[in-house]
C-alpha cells in the first residue's frame, strides 16, 4: 500500500531569486521614510550656515577688490589695500585691539577660571551660584553696557563713589586715555564671563578625585594642585577657550562702540571692527570696510592654524 500523499500548499514561498530582488528596495524605503526628517533638517542648516555665514565671507573677498562710483561697480585691484595702509587711524586701530585683546586675557581668560575652580569648591548652593555667574550672559548686551556706562559717570557713578569711601580720587573713567580702554575691558569681562565659567567648571568637575587625594597626600597646598592637577588635566579645555577669546576679542565693537561712542578720548577705544563700521556707513567706503574685513579674516585664520599646528605637535 503506497503512502498517502499530502496535500499541496496553497502558498509557495517566493523564489530566492524574487526575494532578494524586493527586499534591498523595501528596505532602502524604510530608511529614507525614517531618515527623511534627519536630512531636512540637515539640508537646512547648511543652507543657512552657507547663506548667512560664508556668503557673507565671499562677498566680503569681492567686495575687498571692487569700487563703486556714482551707482557703477569696477575692479579696483589692490587700490582698497593701498588706502586702508596709508589710513593714520589703520596703525592706532590694530595697536589698540591688540591692547584690548592683551588685557581681556588678563582678565577675561583667567579670572573665569579661578571662578571656576572657586565654584567648585563649594559643596553646597552651587545651583545658584552658578545661575548667579551666568546672569550677565541672560541680560542684553546693550542694556549691560548702558549700565556700566552709568557706574562709570564722573559725577554721580557708583565706582566713584566706592572710590570716596576709601579716600581715593575720583576717576575719570571714559573719559581719559589712560583708563578708556581698563573700563572697556572690566565691562566686557563682567558681561561675558558666565559662559567661559560653566564650561571650566564642568572641565573641572571631570577630574578624578584621586588625582587630589595623592597630591593631598603628597602634601600638596591649593596652588601646587591647581598647578600640578587642574591645569594639566583642563589642558585641552583651557587651549581650546584661549583660541576662542583671542578671536572674539580681536573683533570687540559693542562695548566701545556704546561706552566711548567707538573712538574714545583722542582715537584710544578705536578698534579694527569700529573702524571697519565707519569706513561702510561714515564714509560709504564699501570696499575699504571689506578690504580691512579682509585682512582681520587673514590674520585671524593664519594665528588659528599656527595655534592648532602647535597645540598638536604639543600633544605630540
Not at 88 to 99: I, M, S
Request: proline share 5%; aromatic share 14%.
Amino acid at each position: 500500500m503506497s503512502a498517502p500523499t499530502l496535500p499541496a500548499k496553497s502558498h509557495q514561498a517566493a523564489p530566492p531569486t524574487q526575494r532578494h530582488l524586493t527586499t534591498p528596495s523595501g528596505s532602502l524605503a524604510r530608511a529614507v521614510r525614517r531618515n527623511l526628517t534627519a536630512h531636512g533638517f540637515l539640508i537646512g542648516a547648511v543652507l543657512c550656515f552657507s547663506f548667512f555665514s560664508w556668503y557673507p565671507m565671499v562677498r566680503e573677498f569681492v567686495l575687498a577688490f571692487q569700487k563703486t562710483k556714482d551707482g557703477r561697480t569696477t575692479w579696483a585691484g589692490w587700490s582698497n589695500l593701498t588706502y586702508v595702509f596709508n589710513d593714520p587711524a589703520f596703525g592706532q586701530a590694530w595697536r589698540n585691539t591688540l591692547l584690548y585683546t592683551a588685557l581681556a586675557l588678563v582678565l577675561g581668560f583667567a579670572v573665569p577660571f579661578f571662578v571656576a575652580v572657586l565654584l567648585n569648591e563649594f559643596r553646597h548652593g552651587q545651583g545658584y551660584l552658578r545661575m548667579l555667574v551666568y546672569l550677565p550672559v541672560m541680560l542684553p548686551p546693550v542694556a549691560s553696557v548702558l549700565l556700566f556706562k552709568y557706574f562709570y559717570d564722573p559725577g554721580y557713578g557708583l565706582f566713584n563713589r566706592v572710590l570716596g569711601i576709601f579716600g581715593i580720587p575720583e576717576q575719570q573713567w571714559l573719559q581719559s586715555t589712560d583708563t578708556a580702554m581698563l573700563s572697556v575691558v572690566i565691562a566686557a569681562t563682567w558681561m561675558n564671563m558666565g559662559g567661559a565659567t560653566l564650561i571650566y567648571l564642568a572641565s573641572l568637575q571631570g577630574i578624578p578625585g584621586e588625582l587630589y587625594e595623592a597630591a593631598e597626600l603628597d602634601g600638596a597646598g591649593l596652588w601646587r594642585k591647581i598647578w600640578h592637577v587642574t591645569i594639566p588635566q583642563t589642558r585641552l579645555i583651557l587651549s581650546l577657550m584661549f583660541l576662542m577669546q583671542i578671536i572674539a576679542t580681536m573683533q570687540v565693537f559693542t562695548e566701545p562702540f556704546l561706552l566711548t561712542n567707538g573712538a574714545g578720548p583722542e582715537g584710544s577705544t578705536t578698534t579694527v571692527v569700529y573702524l571697519i563700521y565707519q569706513y561702510a556707513f561714515n564714509f560709504n567706503n564699501y570696499g575699504g570696510a571689506a578690504a580691512l574685513g579682509l585682512l582681520l579674516l587673514v590674520l585671524l585664520a593664519a594665528f588659528s592654524a599656527v595655534y592648532v599646528r602647535l597645540s598638536r605637535s604639543q600633544d605630540d
